[in-house]
């Protein structure tokens, strides 16, 4: 089966740009998450999804940040301003919550976001 | 808090050479406890988890609640396993399923 798809791979911005990344999730994956990755660090939680609803944005930064999943499938996350800390790795993960007694997260390549 | 430690940022061992790399976690539950190994230019994936109890590539860990640890061993490592491997709790309800991460460690093997 396909993996996690993400793009872009790679983007660099000036602070206070706006920018925006797509994830395509395994098919009939109804479970997506968001994490963000800071160099030297682990990933972290951004926000998790429930087909179109949102289970967990608690550690979203909501001033800046936006994320959205209208058809359940896709889903983009957005950064308006960017300021220079936002520079990391954005990973999205997907995982089948039918298959409840596997709970196994698949992760896409992560697009590197660098704010100048 | 929800927390998990890994205390090295890197571990350094010869080829055919034990390695334990050590996890300790924080949390108020029965958590499940996953070990997820990024390899050079791949993505991360995952390695084993706690609930399945079995080997992968040679590697083990053991769930311990009462040092509430979740150490990595490998009796005899390969320049292959050489990667950052990071330990992860998530909870079990549908809201709790994503993963909390430790800061990982890198293994490097060497010949």
């Known amino acids: 089966e396909a993996g996690v798809a993400q793009s872009p791979r790679y983007k660099i911005i000036e602070k206070r740009q706006s920018v925006a990344f797509w994830c395509n999730p395994i098919s009939g994956h109804a479970t997506l998450y968001w994490y963000q990755q800071i160099l030297g660090q682990g990933p972290k939680l951004l926000i998790q999804f429930q087909n179109n609803g949102v289970v967990d944005d608690s550690q979203l930064p909501k001033d800046r940040f936006s994320a959205e999943r209208l058809k359940g499938v896709d889903s983009t996350l957005k950064i308006q301003p960017a300021k220079l800390e936002d520079s990391a790795v954005y990973l999205c993960?997907?995982?089948?919550?039918?298959?409840?007694?596997?709970?196994?997260?698949?992760f896409g390549p992560g697009t590197r976001l660098t704010v100048l | 808090a929800q927390r998990v430690t890994q205390p090295e940022k890197l571990l350094s061992v010869f080829k055919g050479a034990p390695v334990e790399l050590k996890c300790n976690y924080s949390?108020?539950?029965?958590?499940?406890l996953f070990w997820y190994v990024q390899y050079s230019r791949q993505r991360l994936q995952l390695l084993l988890r706690?609930?399945s109890r079995e080997s992968i590539k040679g590697f083990t860990a053991d769930l311990n609640k009462g040092e509430t640890s979740f150490h990595l061993k490998k009796p005899f490592a390969q320049e292959e396993d050489s990667a950052m491997y990071y330990c992860a709790l998530s909870g079990k309800s549908q809201a709790g399923t994503a993963l909390i991460f430790g800061k990982g460690t890198t293994l490097s093997v060497s010949s």
């Open positions: 993960a997907s995982r089948d919550p039918h298959r409840a007694s596997y709970n196994e997260q698949f």
């Open positions: 949390y108020s539950g029965s958590p499940e």
């Open positions: 706690h609930i």
